[in-house]
């Protein structure tokens, strides 16, 4: 487990795996349990789940507390959100749906250039040198705070190299159920050309040296491709969702336990897409 966000940020972008999964619950008795599972980082998310700022500031201190940065997916690639996440304690930003290069930058300028703000921040960013001092009290900053960015559509594909190319960005997070939509395979994580585009995508980011990782929240063969994504360098595991795997060993136990005694198992239920 990893205790300071600094060094987390560093380890994003090296080969050792950091660990962690979608926290959706935010139960106070949750913060302790998470604690002792082994888990690098938590996964926050507002773009799917419905958080008020408040309550992601107190679970993003809560799990900083315990030392497991918090990293926090706003709602879109809106800069002031990246803000609002950052002043409520994230250890760091995952961007939604981003697809092209400038998106990024324009999150670089809010992530990783605080506290530099309007003219000042857009002439920073259009190539205008800083000061010495403050210079190196903005990359000081930028050290504790991690930008990642959601790769989940056939254009982000399309752009990727642009999208690893820009100075700032610390690695990226593939979104399956929106990338096999948009490459027109939608919820089929066994077809050949979702595979090849996961393995794209973490083989260009990682020979970057930035952060790759999915979100592997389907239940099927989600294990094997996790082991298939690390052996190619994915460095960042989301794995799965604490409502996920709450319904899921719920599901198993209850339907061992109405086999044993001659009842009938709960029907199927709809997947979670995340």
Same mark, same amino acid.
């Given at each position: ?31 302790? =349990? ?18 008020? /700022? ?8 809560? &799990? ?7 990293? =926090? ?56 040198? +800083? ?5 190196? &009290? =903005? ?5 504790? /705070? ?19 190319? =820009? ?15 948009? +490459?027109?395979?939608?919820?089929? &994580? ?27 929240? &389907? ?25 996920? +795997?709450?319904?899921?060993?719920? /599901? ?23």
């Amino acid at each position: 487990m990893t205790g300071a966000p600094k060094a987390f940020v560093d380890r994003l972008h090296g080969a050792v795996r950091l660990y962690g999964t979608l926290i959706v619950s935010p139960s106070p008795h949750w913060v302790p =349990v998470v604690a002792g599972l082994g888990l690098d980082f938590v996964f926050i998310d507002t773009e799917h789940i419905p958080l008020d /700022r408040e309550k992601v500031a107190w679970m993003c201190q809560a &799990y900083r507390a315990v030392g497991l940065p918090p990293v =926090v997916r706003i709602t879109s690639t809106d800069p002031f959100e990246a803000c609002v996440a950052l002043d409520g304690g994230a250890a760091g930003i995952i961007a939604p749906y981003v697809e092209t290069a400038e998106q990024v930058r324009t999150l670089v300028g809010a992530v990783k250039k605080r506290p530099l703000k309007g003219q000042r921040l857009m002439q920073h960013l259009a190539g205008a040198p +800083l000061e010495t001092d403050l210079r190196d &009290y =903005v990359a000081k900053g930028a050290a504790h /705070r991690a930008l990642i960015v959601n790769i989940e559509s056939a254009p982000a594909l399309a752009a990727l190299d642009e999208i690893l190319a =820009v100075e700032g960005l610390d690695g990226v997070l593939i979104g399956p159920h929106d990338l096999s939509t948009s +490459l027109g395979v939608p919820e089929r &994580y066994d077809h050949p050309r979702y595979l090849a585009a996961c393995d794209e995508i973490i083989a260009k980011a990682r020979a970057r040296s930035l952060s790759a990782g999915v979100h592997a929240v &389907y239940p099927t063969d989600r294990l094997d491709h996790e082991e298939h994504w690390a052996q190619l360098g994915a460095n960042f595991i989301v794995h799965a969702a604490d409502i996920l +795997l709450f319904a899921e060993g719920l /599901r198993r136990e209850l339907g061992d336990l109405k086999a044993r005694l001659g009842d009938s198992p709960a029907a199927p239920s709809a997947n979670l897409n995340i």
